[in-house]
C-alpha cells in the first residue's frame, strides 16, 4: 500500500500498518476480553504482536486488502479482506459499540470487490456468542449461511461453535 491507499472517512484514517503500531496493537492483542472471540487467547508476549505486525507489513498484499485504524490519531485496530475472500476485524475494546467498524467496513468492501472482479461473494466467521460482531456484518448487509457446533479450539481446551455469513456482491 501507498499513501494514495489511504482511505479517509468520517471519523476513521484507514492505512497500512507501520511498526509504530506495534505498542497500540499489543494493547489490543493482549487484552482477554477484545481477544474473546478472536481465532485465539490474548497473546502474553508482544513477541507475537511483533509478528503479526511483520505479516501485516509485508509487501505480499496479493491475497488481501487490509487497513489500520486509525481514530484520533491513534491505531485502534484492524479492518479488511485479510485472505481471499474473507472480512475480519478487530478493535480497541473500549471503542465497541460506536459504529466504527461499520464505518471502516463500508469504505473497504466496495474496494476489495473493484480489486477482485472474480469473486461474488465476501464470507465472515464469527463465535456466534458475539453478538456484537454478529451485528456488524448484519448491518453490513451479511447473511448467515451456516452454523457448526463446537467445531473450533479456542485455546487448548475450549470447543467453540463458528457461524459463518457471506455478503453476496451487490448489483450494479
Known amino acids: 500500500m501507498t499513501d494514495r491507499d489511504v482511505i479517509e472517512t468520517s471519523r476513521l484514517r484507514l492505512r497500512a500498518a507501520r511498526q509504530e503500531d506495534l505498542m497500540p496493537l ?13 481465532d485465539r487467547p490474548a497473546y502474553t508476549e508482544i513477541a507475537k504482536t511483533q509478528a503479526f505486525l511483520d505479516h501485516f507489513m509485508s509487501k505480499d498484499i496479493s491475497n488481501r486488502e487490509e487497513y489500520i485504524l ?27 459499540g460506536q459504529g466504527l467498524v461499520c464505518e471502516a467496513l463500508e469504505a473497504i468492501i466496495p474496494r476489495v470487490f473493484a480489486r477482485f472482479p472474480e469473486t461474488d461473494v465476501l464470507t465472515a ?6 453478538i456484537g460482531s454478529s451485528r456488524v456484518l448484519e448491518k453490513l448487509g451479511f ?3 451456516g452454523f457448526e457446533e463446537k467445531n473450533f479450539l479456542y485455546g487448548e481446551t475450549e470447543l467453540c461453535d463458528t457461524a459463518y455469513y457471506t455478503l453476496t456482491r451487490p448489483e450494479v
Not at 493482549?30 to 474473546?36: I, K, L, V, Y
Not at 485496530?77 to 478487530?90: D, L, P, S
Request: aromatic share 16%.
Open 26 to 38: 499489543h494493547q489490543i492483542f493482549s487484552d482477554p476480553d477484545t481477544m474473546r472471540y478472536w
Open 70 to 96: 486509525e481514530f484520533q490519531g491513534v491505531c485502534v485496530g484492524k479492518a479488511g479482506m485479510w485472505k481471499r475472500y474473507e472480512i475480519g476485524y478487530i478493535l480497541r475494546r473500549d471503542l465497541w
Open 143 to 145: 447473511v448467515q449461511t
Open 125 to 130: 466467521e464469527l463465535d456466534p456468542r458475539n
